[in-house]
């Protein structure tokens, strides 16, 4: 099954629909430029404005469907449900691009070097290429290995918050929540709204930090709102700082889960836990197009603009910042990226302010290097071909650990277990290869026709 | 939310009819049906969703004989037929 | 470190693990050398098929020899060797290829390896996704396959165990001088040198014009989510011969092997002097719609991973394994191409009996590494 219109071209593509490309998107539209805006979730919105299926007139429902009609309007081309599988910068496959789509297509940005991207949707396959790319790709958890965490009843915090927003009734269901950051706080809540018990927030960092954080607000009037708003539908919910979770035990399904605390262990009953240790920037495609990055986020200009020329990040992959700071990135992006500079400058203090912030969330939820211990020799580190922490102790980098004993070689692509190795044993992530993300063999048919033609001129002869 | 959520069409589980809406993906289905049980892991024992946005592949399932989809990406539609406690 | 080593074994691949072990079971003090860590390249991406080819006779009788050796470990291999026993089935799409698998029977048949045809009736009894239409195929039902880099680790351990000693994480920049230059700047003597480093091998011979070039013939592969009894045996089209060992710059043949995962590994591909490790889709895509001519259902699986390999090929298509008699002392033992893993333990074997010299079970001439010297005016002589 083919898609009709295998191979288009924009002026921008704008990876990733959430709030960073929502802007990127948008900006870049109000100056005139095609734009598409491809993600591979079922609806716009990325993960902190998840459509939520149940409360269809939710806040943060109104806010995606309002960008989205704005959008619409301005001709932006929106792809929901693909996966980038790859890409290429032009010169690689030299003139393909300009055959396949006809001389009548104008350069209206004047590139040196453009850009394509492959695509899979189910069977279906497409081939987008552009002058300009920004990729909004966002963030994933970070997920910390501890005995039982495969256990079906576990899930990561982001996880659990999005299966809810899809439908998961959890009326009633004993929830603990636990690992460290904002994100924590905002699930829990989330969670009491849907009508769950919450039975505990467990946060490794102290009190004390937190407490530090908190006094920091000040400063920010709107945050201090959004954290009031939280504090009130949490100030029932026990919290329990210097802890962790060890073991999350049950028979059939998840029935109670033992904390680390100051004053030792502590189990606590429970039905569900969501568990996550912050966010890692999601820069596999960035790194694999070339990107340079400096300990796992993007590296990026004032204008947000990456070490390759014409390709942009904003938001979460520029490193955790948060949305108020992709909001305003993204808007940088799209601007620059369509050469309406000056306008992207006057953005500059906002978002230097935000990264400000960004700096001191992170500062404040830094990993502690007890951490380490919540692994043992027996516990599963690579969940996609069950490796145990045991297994790969010894090993001096992924690559080796990889072939020796699978690990990072399954379906997953390394990305659960990826960050769990870099905070373990230091070892950092692999360069990504093609494709990016598992996809089905029959799409494969639409790239060779799409792409090959002009390159190779073998034939099969058959 | 109140109340009972409206269903619209079946979905086959194991041969087991269940009552789905379109806007669920299947793994919603399976979470409120209390079906945990979505795939084998390598070294025995079964898992279930966790990541719950398409990252970990963890909630695999077949669908229609040979298909294996993630079950959080995958929205439920009319007469799908589901295996799961593959690998 | 020692000085009283008598072999340097430069790359810990799987055939110079084998060489390793090999030379440390003769009763040599033997030190492998290698940039990174065991079987990190070739051995890496390889299929590890173990395979009788028969392109020629000399080319036979390294496989046999290398299969026959390695029958005799298989059952002793750890479960991560992922053994697999089930054969191979080449597949005739029509009557030059039914023919051509019909002689290729004959000659293992001669040369006692098993093998028999079977008809296109029953095909689908034997693999059930094949599509229907084929002539028929060949069956050689004792044809393996291993996961190379854990059977790399398994030699190098074993070579360990008895005395070896291997320094990992060094790079060695020539040899020359009885012995190696490291590139930390050490020197490191031994009165033997064993160049097992693969596509690097000869840039490492200083000084050293044996004739050739080694051209890098880039490959490569998938792996599949895990759908046990896909396939049951390794599958390859007999056109892979052809289509394998043509000149041409670019080709696919379709591929399929099912591992102890349950997942399928499917390739192949051949590019001639292509050096980039980077995953091309144009090649994979026909790589993949030439698989889905043969086995249609593999458009229901999904591709999970791909990665490319480069294989080391030699003018003739035969190793070089043996003597470089312009430098005493050093030795070759690489430009294995798509038979690596399969040649490894035979290679290991005629190494060490020549540099003890022994005599060996093959007749070790066609693998000679001056073989090509004099058809360049250049002799390889002491």
Known sequence: ?462 | MSGRVEREFEVFVDGRPFAARSDWTLATLLLNEGHFQFRRAVKGGTRAPFCGVGICHECRVVVDDFRTVRACMTLCRPGLEVRTGGE | MSSLRDVIVVGAGIVGSACAWWLARAGLAVDIIDPEAVGTQSTASAMGHLVVMDDSEAQFALCHRSRVLWDTFLPHLPAACEVDTSGTLWVARDEDELAAAEARRDFYRDRDVKAEMVAPAQLAAYEPNLRKGFRGALLVPQDASIYPPAAARWLMDKALEIGAKFHRGRKVEAIADGGVLTRDGEVLKAPVVVNAAGMAALELLRGIDLGLAMRPRKGHLVITDRVPGFCRRQVLEFGYLKRAHGDEDTSVAFNIQPRRTGQMLIGSSRQFDVSSREVELPILSRMLTRAQEFMPRIADLNCVRAWTGIRAATPDGLPLIGPILSAPGVFLAAGHEGLGITTALATAELITNVVMERRSRIDGSPYLPGRFAESKGLRDVR
């Open chain 1, 1 to 462: 099954m083919v898609s009709d219109k295998r191979a288009q071209h924009f002026d921008l593509v704008v990876v990733g629909a959430g709030p960073a490309g929502l802007a990127a998107a948008r900006a870049a539209a109000v100056a005139r430029f095609s734009v598409a805006l491809i993600d591979e979730n079922p609806h716009p919105g990325g993960q902190i404005w998840r459509r939520d299926i149940c409360d269809a007139t939710s806040k943060k429902n109104q806010i995606v469907d309002l960008r989205r009609r704005e959008l619409d309007r301005l001709g932006v081309q929106i792809f929901c449900g693909v996966t980038v599988v790859g890409g290429a910068h032009d010169q690689e496959l030299g003139g393909a691009h300009d055959q396949m789509l006809g001389a009548s297509q104008t350069r209206s940005l004047g590139a040196a070097q453009s850009h394509r991207l492959f695509l899979s949707r189910g069977d279906e396959a497409m081939v987008l290429s552009c002058e300009r790319l920004v990729l909004a790709t966002g963030a994933r958890e970070r997920f910390l290995p501890f005995e039982g965490w495969t256990r079906p009843g576990v899930f990561g915090t982001g996880g659990l918050q999005a299966l809810v927003n899809n439908g998961f009734d959890i009326k009633g269901k004993r929830i603990v929540v636990a690992g460290t950051g904002p994100l924590l706080i905002a699930v829990a809540a989330a969670f009491q709204e849907a009508g769950a018990a919450v039975q505990a927030i467990v946060e490794q960092v102290s009190a004390h930090h937190v407490r530090r954080l908190g006094v920091g607000l000040w400063k920010r009037p709107a945050k201090l709102v959004q954290a009031f708003g939280y504090m009130r539908s949490l100030a029932k919910i026990r919290r329990v700082y210097d802890a962790w979770p060890l073991k999350a035990l049950g028979q059939d399904k998840l029935e109670s889960v033992v904390l680390r605390t100051v004053t030792g262990r502590q189990a606590l009953s429970c039905d569900l836990l969501a568990c996550g240790f912050g966010l890692v920037p999601e820069i596999r495609l960035a790194r694999y197009l070339g990107c340079e990055d400096r300990l796992g986020s993007l590296k990026v200009d004032d204008n947000q603009e990456t070490s390759v020329a014409g390709i942009f990040a904003a938001g979460e992959p520029c490193g955790i910042g948060g949305l108020d700071c992709a909001l305003v990135e993204g808007e940088i992006a799209g601007l620059a990226a369509v050469g309406r500079i000056a306008a992207a400058a006057k953005l500059h203090a906002k978002r230097d302010k935000e990264r400000e912030f960004a700096k001191q969330l992170e500062a404040t939820f830094a990993l502690r290097d007890e951490l380490k211990e919540m692994s043992q020799p027996r516990t599963l580190i690579c969940r996609c071909e069950d490796v145990t922490r045991g297994e790969l102790d010894g090993f001096t980098s992924v690559r080796e650990a990889k072939l020796a004993t699978r690990a990072g070689m399954g379906t997953c692509q390394a990305r659960v277990c990826g960050p769990a190795l870099q905070f373990l044993y230091g070892w950092p992530e692999e360069q990504a290869r093609l494709p990016l993300a598992p996809i089905s063999m029959a799409s494969f048919g639409v790239y060779a026709a799409a792409t090959a033609k002009q390159k190779d001129r073998h034939n099969d002869g058959l």
